[in-house]
């Protein structure tokens, strides 16, 4: 479904993301761990588009994409959870999601069809903005919504769009514990579909164990480590990196 060959990028003399070889089947959750700074993030950017790769190619579906527009990576099927200064602040909630429905179908050209897909899109939205437990805020504007709420429609706009791809990067981070289990379980309801390839980056190990069917490991940009999660987590360059102490010589013998 997705893949990266040798994707690198440099930011001056940096390398962040370094000859990354890596390939994403289909109903499979790959978390991406590694420590700050290892290079998760521009992985990410590289891949939806929001980074040109100094070298390397990103492949969706087959089709070398390197050189594509974010957006047409999207219309592609590449979905990832957007920020919402992208969105529109003032629209409502289920506004922000009846948009990202509509992107997603096309309109007829007679006004009984442009109606139906009128209703269908508002019903498929209040469904979207029910699921991720919105409903309650459904008329309230994106603007005024606490950071756990934003998070939540972020998500239910990615649904949307219905993508093959979904990468998270960080979906839980600055949540209240309240909100973290809605996240979760909007993750693992992807996950149970069984056709969608996820990606998550998370820092959460018991997260991690409990939702990833294979465990990729970044530090200093390069991929130090990819497999079952029970064997990656054991390995020492995860122990380390997770309980914060010094990564160098162990990662030298890991890589
Ligand atoms: N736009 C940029 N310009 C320069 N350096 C960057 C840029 N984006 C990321 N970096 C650097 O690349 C490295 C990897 O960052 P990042 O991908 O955010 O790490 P992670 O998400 O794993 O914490 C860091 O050293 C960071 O400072
Ligand atoms: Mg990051």
């Not at 990103?58 to 070398?64: A, T």
């Not at 959870?81 to 922000?96: D, G, K, R």
């Not at 991720?132 to 309230?140: E, I, K, N, T, W």
């Not at 949540?175 to 809605?182: A, G, I, T």
Request: aromatic content about 4%; charged content about 25%.
């Amino acid at each position: 479904m997705l893949e990266t060959r040798d994707l690198t990028i440099r930011f001056g003399g940096h390398v962040a993301v370094d000859h990354v070889s890596c390939a994403f089947q289909p109903g499979t959750l790959t978390a991406i761990v590694g420590p700050n700074g290892a290079g998760k993030t521009t992985y990410f950017n590289l891949i939806s588009g929001q980074l040109r790769a100094s070298e390397g190619s990103v492949h969706l579906k087959g089709v070398d994409i390197t050189r594509e527009p974010a957006s047409s990576r999207t219309q592609r099927g590449l979905g990832r959870a957007f920020q919402l200064t992208q969105l529109f602040p003032n629209l409502s909630v289920v506004e922000n999601v009846r948009l990202a429905v509509q992107a997603r179908r096309r309109e007829g050209l007679n006004l009984w069809s442009v109606w139906l897909d009128h209703r269908n899109t508002l019903e498929r939205a209040h469904s979207l903005v029910e699921r991720v437990q919105l409903g309650a805020r459904s008329d309230d504007t994106a603007a005024s919504l606490p950071h756990g709420d934003q998070r939540k429609l972020e998500v239910a706009i990615l649904m949307a769009l219905e993508p093959s791809v979904y990468m998270f990067d960080e979906p839980t981070a600055g949540m209240s514990l309240d909100d973290v289990p809605v996240i979760l379980d909007l993750i693992r309801q992807l996950k149970e579909q069984r056709d969608k390839t996820i990606l998550l980056v998370e820092h959460k190990m018991d997260v991690v164990r409990e939702l990833a069917d294979r465990i990729v490991v970044l530090h200093n940009g390069k991929l130090v480590a990819d497999g079952e999660p029970e064997r990656v987590i054991a390995m020492p360059v995860v122990q380390q990196a997770y309980l914060g102490t010094s990564l160098g010589v162990t990662l030298e013998e890991a890589t």
